[in-house]
C-alpha cells in the first residue's frame, strides 16, 4: 500500500485540472465530493470505493488549492516600489545596498570568460549614494557585471568580483530593471522562474562602481555561514591547489560545496551532452551519497538506528543550510526524513511512500511548482528509482547479494530457497571461497548501475527531449560510468576535507583527489565526443506524450504487482486429458514486456518521426526576442525560412533561449531556408544556434554586407562548414530577385542592387522581403530606413500587403507616410523590447499606423505573433502563457 503516493498524484491532477479550467469549479467540486465521501463513509463501508472517494477528494482540495494560489496577486516587493519611486527617468541610477545569496557566478562565451552573475539580497536604497533618503527594502536582484572593452593587458577582471562569497556586503550604483520576459509558445518562463528563486529586478554592476558593504541585513546566521563556507572553500584549495589543477579544483568545489564559478565553458558543455549535469551542483544524488556515508559512519560508531538516522538528518541540514541549499538539497532532505521517520511509526518503509509524502507537501506549500521542470526531474526520478527500479533489484540482484554473505558457512544454506542454496554449494564448489564473493559483488553492483541508469534513460526520455531537446544514446553509458565515479570521489574528499589538519596526509590525499576528479573530467569529455552524443531531437506531439505518460503508469503497476507477487508453487504432473488452459501472464513477464514497450516509446521520442506541426495557409510568426528580430515563414506546401534569430549577449542567447525551442516545438527537424536581413546584432546574434542545430538548405543574405566585419566573419565561416552530410547553399541577394516556394513567390524588394557594403553593418544593408499567395502578401521590412524606401517607391513595384513587419522596431528612421501608404497595411507588427532605452516604438510611427488604417500588435504587449493567410482571410494570434 502506498497511501501517500497515490493521495500525491490525486492532489497533483487536481491542481493540473485547476489551472487549465474555470475558477468557479474548484469551490464546487470541494462541496460536493465531501457531502458525496461522508455519505459513502456511512453507507458503502467499503475500502475500494472509500479509496477512490478519498482521492477524489485530494483532487479536489488540490484543484482548490491551485485556485486559491492563481487568484491571489503577485505583490509587488518593496524594492520594486522604491525602485519606481526613487527611478525617474530610464538611465537614472541609485546606490543599492544587500548583501549576495550566493557564490558569484562565471559565466562563459565560446571559450571566454564573459560576465559574472550575482544575486544580492538588497537591504536599503538610497537616490545615488548613501544620503539621508536612505530606503529599507527587501527583495532579490540578479547582477551582471562585464569585462571591459579594452581590459588591461595581464590584468583579471573578474578576479575581485570572484573573491566575494555568500555573505558578503556590497554597495553599487546602478539602473534597476524588471526581468525581460519572453512570451513564446514552447519557451521557458524565465521570469517566473528568477521569481520563484526570490529575484525580483536585475541590473548591471559596472567594474569600477562597486564597493565593499558592511551585510547589515545578514544578520548573525548568514554571518556564521560565509565563516564556515570559506573555512571549507580555504581547505578545498589547500587540498587540490586551483593553480596546479584548474579544472579538478572547480569541479570539487561544485560536487561539495555548490560553487560553480570557476567552471569552464568546455566542462560544462561535456556534461550536459552526456546528460549528467546534474553533477556539478550540489542536488539530490549528493544528499543521498552523504546520507549512506554518515549513515554508515554512525552504524559504525554503535549509535542505534534511530539515533544514527537522526544524526544523519541534523548533519545534512546543517549542510544544505550552509552551501544555501535550493529546492532540489531541500526536497531530497524532505524525502529522507519521511523515509527514515517511518522507523518510528511502521515498521516496514516503503519508498515510495516517502517520494509521495514528499511530493504532497511540497505541492501543499508551492501548488504551481508542479509545473517546473526541477521539481518535476527531482520526483519523477525518486518515482522511478523508488518504484521501478527498487523492485526490479529486490527482485534480481539483492537475493544474490544476500546469499553470497557467509558462503563458507554451510549451515547458513538453510536460511535461502532450494534454488539460492544449490547456488551456494556451487560456488563453493568452484573453489576461491574468499576472492569469488568479491568478484561477484563488483559484479551485482555494476548490474545495480546499469539498471538504475537504464531506468532512468528510459522514465525520462520524453522529459529530456521536451524540456532539453537531448536525446543520446550514449547516456545510459554515461550515468553508468559517471555517477558511480562521483559516488566515490563525493565521499573520499569529504573524508579528505575531515583529515587535512594531518600535513602529511594532506599532500597524498590532494594528489589523489586531483587525479581522480581529472580522470573524471577526461571521461565526460571522451563521451561527449563520441558519435551522436549530441543528438538534439524536437518535440513529440501531445497525443504521444499522452501515450508515453501510459506506458510508465503501467510500468509502475508491473514493478509493483511483480515485487508483491508471491513464488509459483511446484509444477505437478498433470493427469491425463484435454490440456487444461494456460494462466495468464504473472510476475516478471508483464513487467519485460511492458519494459518492452518503454523501450520502443524511448527510441520513438528520441527519432520523432513525426511531421511539423505548421499553421495552415501562409504564416508568418513574429517571435518576441526582446529588442531584435526573428520570424517563422512557414508556407503552404510545408516548407520553412526563418528570418533572423534575434539578439545575443554576454549571458544571453536569444537562438538558444527563444528560437530553437519554439522551432522544436512545433516538431520541426531542419529549416529549408535562413534568411539574414543584416550583420546587427539584434539579428545575427542568435543565428550561429539555428544554423547548427537545424540544418538550413540555404542562407540568403544580403549583397551589400561589409565582408570585414568579426561577427558576419565568424558566421560565415560556420556556414561553410559541411553539416547534416551536405554544403549550405549561400544566396547573395539584392532587390529584384524573386524566387518560388510552391504557390507562394518571394520578391526581394531591398537593398538596392547597385549598393555598395560599408566599412560596418548598416541598416541600409537590411533585406525587404514580400510574401504573397492566393492574391495576398506579407511584407518584411527588415530595419530598412526612410532612404531605402524612398528608391522603392521611385521604382513602382508593387508593395500593397496585408501584413507589415514594421521596420527598424518602429523607429522613427523608417515607415515614412508614403511608404505605408503605398503598402496599405491591415495589420501592422513592431517587434521591440519591453521598456527598451530606445523608447520604440516610435510615437510618430505609431501615429502614422493608425493613419494608415492598420491596426497595431506589438511583441513587447503581446509576445509572439502570428499572421495567417488563408482562404482569403486574415487571422492574427497571440501567444498567451498558461497562468500556471
Avoid at 536599503?124 to 530606503?135: D, E, G, I, N, Q
Avoid at 555561514?225 to 568545489?253: E, H, K, M, T
Avoid at 564559478?261 to 552523504?290: C, K, P
Avoid at 499522452?546 to 510508465?552: E, K
Wanted: proline share 9%.
Amino acid at each position: 500500500m502506498q497511501p501517500l503516493f497515490y493521495a500525491a498524484l490525486a492532489f497533483a491532477g487536481g491542481i493540473a485540472a485547476a489551472a487549465a479550467g474555470p475558477a468557479w469549479l474548484a469551490p464546487f467540486a470541494v462541496l460536493w465530493l465531501a457531502v458525496v465521501s461522508a455519505l459513502a463513509a456511512v453507507l458503502l463501508r467499503r475500502r475500494a470505493a472509500a479509496a477512490v472517494l478519498a482521492l477524489l477528494v485530494c483532487a479536489a482540495l488540490g484543484g482548490w488549492r491551485a485556485r486559491q494560489v492563481l487568484a491571489a496577486p503577485a505583490a509587488a516587493t518593496s524594492l520594486e516600489r522604491a525602485a519606481r519611486r526613487l527611478q525617474t527617468t530610464p538611465r537614472s541610477r541609485i546606490f543599492l545596498t544587500g548583501y549576495l545569496r550566493d557564490t558569484p557566478e562565471l559565466l562563459w562565451d565560446r571559450g571566454q570568460p564573459s560576465a559574472i552573475r550575482l544575486d544580492l539580497a538588497a537591504v536599503t536604497l538610497a537616490p545615488y549614494k548613501a544620503s539621508a533618503r536612505v530606503a529599507p527594502v527587501s527583495g532579490g536582484v540578479r547582477l551582471y557585471a562585464y569585462p571591459p572593452v579594452h581590459p588591461p593587458r595581464g590584468a583579471r577582471w573578474q578576479a575581485a568580483l570572484l573573491r566575494l562569497r555568500a555573505g558578503d556586503g556590497l554597495g553599487a550604483s546602478v539602473h534597476l530593471r524588471p526581468l525581460p520576459r519572453y512570451r513564446d509558445p514552447g519557451v521557458a518562463d524565465f521570469a517566473a522562474a528568477a521569481r520563484r528563486q526570490g529575484i525580483a529586478l536585475t541590473a548591471t554592476l559596472p567594474l569600477e562602481g562597486w564597493q565593499p558593504w558592511p551585510a547589515v541585513g545578514g544578520g548573525v546566521a548568514t554571518r556564521l555561514r560565509a565563516a564556515i563556507w570559506r573555512g571549507l572553500s580555504r581547505r578545498l584549495d589547500q587540498l587540490v591547489p586551483p593553480r596546479a589543477a584548474p579544472r579538478a579544483n572547480a569541479l570539487l568545489r561544485g560536487m561539495l560545496l555548490g560553487d560553480v564559478a570557476r567552471l569552464d565553458d568546455a566542462t560544462r558543455t561535456d556534461f550536459q551532452i552526456d546528460g549528467v549535469y546534474h553533477l556539478l551542483v550540489v542536488a539530490g544524488l549528493h544528499i543521498g551519497i552523504l546520507a549512506a556515508l554518515l549513515y554508515w559512519l554512525c552504524r559504525r560508531l554503535r549509535l542505534p538506528p534511530l539515533a544514527a538516522s537522526a544524526v544523519t538528518l541534523l548533519l545534512l541540514a546543517a549542510y544544505a543550510w550552509d552551501i544555501a541549499g535550493r529546492t532540489p538539497t531541500l526536497r531530497a532532505l524532505l524525502m529522507l526524513a519521511l523515509y527514515f521517520g517511518a522507523r518510528v511509526w511502521y515498521r516496514e518503509r516503503q519508498a515510495l511512500n516517502a517520494v509521495g509524502g514528499a511530493g504532497l507537501i511540497l505541492l501543499v506549500w508551492h501548488p504551481l511548482d508542479l509545473f517546473a521542470p526541477g521539481f518535476e526531474l527531482s520526483l519523477g526520478a525518486a518515482t522511478l528509482l523508488a518504484g521501478i527500479a527498487l523492485p526490479l533489484l529486490l527482485k534480481t540482484s539483492h537475493p544474490l547479494r544476500r546469499a553470497i554473505r557467509q558462503l563458507a558457512n554451510p549451515g547458513y544454506d538453510e536460511a535461502f530457497p532450494p534454488r539460492l542454496a544449490q547456488w551456494r554449494l556451487d560456488l563453493r564448489s568452484a573453489g576461491w571461497p574468499r576472492l569469488l564473493p568479491v568478484l561477484l559483488r563488483i559484479l551485482l553492483a555494476v548490474y545495480d548501475v546499469i539498471v538504475i541508469s537504464l531506468v532512468l534513460q528510459l522514465g525520462f526520455a520524453a522529459f529530456n527531449v521536451v524540456y532539453f531537446h537531448r536525446a543520446s544514446p550514449w547516456s545510459v553509458v554515461a550515468n553508468a560510468l559517471l555517477v558511480p565515479a562521483a559516488g566515490v570521489l563525493i565521499p573520499l574528499a569529504w573524508l579528505a576535507l575531515a583529515a587535512s589538519s594531518i600535513g602529511a596526509f594532506t599532500v597524498a590525499a590532494g594528489a589523489l583527489l586531483a587525479a581522480a576528479a581529472r580522470g573524471l573530467l577526461a571521461v565526460a569529455a571522451a563521451l561527449a565526443r563520441w558519435p551522436l552524443a549530441n543528438w538534439r531531437a524536437p518535440s513529440p506531439p501531445g497525443w504521444f506524450l499522452v501515450v508515453f505518460a501510459a506506458a510508465v503508469a503501467a510500468w509502475l503497476v508491473a514493478a509493483g504487482r511483480w515485487a508483491g507477487a508471491r513464488p509459483s508453487p511446484p509444477k505437478r504432473v498433470p493427469a491425463p486429458g484435454p490440456e487444461p488452459p494456460q494462466p495468464p501472464m504473472r510476475g516478471w513477464q508483464p513487467f519485460a514486456a511492458i519494459t518492452g514497450i518503454m523501450a520502443i516509446c524511448a527510441l520513438v521520442v528520441s527519432l520523432a518521426p513525426f511531421p511539423p506541426r505548421l499553421p495552415p495557409g501562409l504564416a508568418a510568426t513574429i517571435l518576441d526576442v526582446g529588442q531584435g528580430d526573428s520570424i517563422l515563414v512557414s508556407f503552404p506546401d510545408g516548407r520553412t525560412m526563418l528570418v533572423d534569430a534575434g539578439p545575443r549577449s554576454a549571458h544571453w542567447d536569444s537562438g538558444e533561449e527563444i528560437v530553437a525551442p519554439f522551432l522544436w516545438s512545433l516538431g520541426l527537424h531542419r529549416l529549408d531556408a535562413v534568411l539574414l536581413t543584416h550583420a546587427h546584432n539584434d539579428h545575427l546574434g542568435g543565428m550561429a544556434t539555428v544554423v547548427r542545430d537545424f540544418h538550413p538548405g540555404e542562407i540568403w543574405l544580403s549583397r551589400s554586407l561589409p565582408s570585414r566585419d568579426p561577427a558576419l566573419r565568424s558566421f560565415l565561416r560556420l556556414v561553410r562548414k559541411p553539416r547534416a552530410g551536405r554544403p549550405v547553399k549561400i544566396r547573395r541577394l539584392a532587390a529584384g530577385d524573386a524566387f518560388l516556394a510552391g504557390a507562394s513567390r518571394l520578391a526581394v524588394l531591398l537593398p538596392p542592387p547597385n549598393a555598395l557594403a560599408g566599412p560596418k553593418p548598416s541598416n541600409d544593408d537590411s533585406l525587404m522581403l514580400r510574401v504573397s499567395w492566393g492574391g495576398a502578401a506579407m511584407l518584411l521590412a527588415g530595419d530598412a530606413q526612410a532612404a531605402g524606401e524612398s528608391w522603392l517607391l521611385r521604382q513602382h513595384e508593387p508593395l500593397a500587403s496585408a501584413v507589415l513587419k514594421v521596420g527598424h522596431h518602429g523607429s522613427n528612421s523608417s515607415s515614412s507616410a508614403a511608404f505605408l501608404a503605398a503598402v496599405r497595411p491591415q495589420v501592422a507588427v513592431i517587434s521591440a523590447g519591453r521598456a527598451n532605452l530606445y523608447g520604440l516604438p516610435s510615437p510618430a510611427v505609431l501615429a502614422r499606423l493608425r493613419q494608415a488604417g492598420a491596426r497595431v500588435f506589438r511583441t513587447d504587449r503581446s509576445g509572439a505573433i502570428q499572421c495567417r493567410l488563408q482562404g482569403g482571410w486574415l487571422r492574427v494570434l497571440l501567444f498567451r502563457r498558461p497562468p500556471a
